[in-house]
């Protein structure tokens, strides 16, 4: 029983670091202005393209570094697509393509026939931002790491409701 505890430890662990990777760094632009932000990727609702600038909502407003003046729940970056989701979402996990212009976490949109719909908690005021059109060539990968966060998510809950329960360290 002991081994089993100390497995399921250790993948609990190993997975927290999937669904909430350290902060990364970004140079973005802010009001007009250059700024660094410290984004976490568990923060991320969508990135969205309009041409050249990326778009990144983020679940709650943040500030950029050094500061505390100004935040903002939406940045801008002049990075090509690539780029941006590759330095957001390095395992390539939360983040999943919905059409050419569009990624979005996992977390925080559920599969409704040919759209996803935005978790109505998040509260997102831009409607062009809670029902997306999800192209069909990417339904299967969105339906696979949904799945998959979900399932690591509840085994995560499922741990640490034990650990509480039986005053265990978390």
């Not at 802010?30 to 909502?57: C, H, M, P, W």
């Amino acid at each position: 029983m002991l081994n089993l505890f100390n497995s399921l430890n250790a993948i609990t662990d190993e997975y927290s670091c999937m669904l909430n990777p350290l902060p990364v760094e970004v140079k973005a632009s802010y009001q007009n202005r250059s700024e660094l932000f410290k984004i976490r990727l568990a923060d991320i609702i969508g990135v969205f393209s309009e041409g050249r600038t990326k778009i990144i909502l983020l679940k709650e407003k943040i500030s950029n570094i050094g500061s505390d003046e100004r935040t903002t729940n939406i940045i801008y970056i002049g990075k090509n697509f690539k780029s941006v989701i590759n330095d957001l979402d390095k395992s390539n996990f939360q983040l999943c393509k919905v059409d050419k212009s569009t990624f979005i976490n996992v977390k925080y949109y559920d599969l409704n026939t040919d759209s996803i719909i935005c978790k109505k908690e998040l509260g997102i005021l831009n409607v062009e931002y809670k029902k997306l059109t999800l192209n069909s060539k990417y339904k299967a990968d969105f339906i696979q790491k949904k799945q998959t966060f979900n399932r690591i998510y509840s085994l995560q809950k499922l741990f640490v409701d034990y650990k509480l329960k039986n005053g265990l360290p978390i």
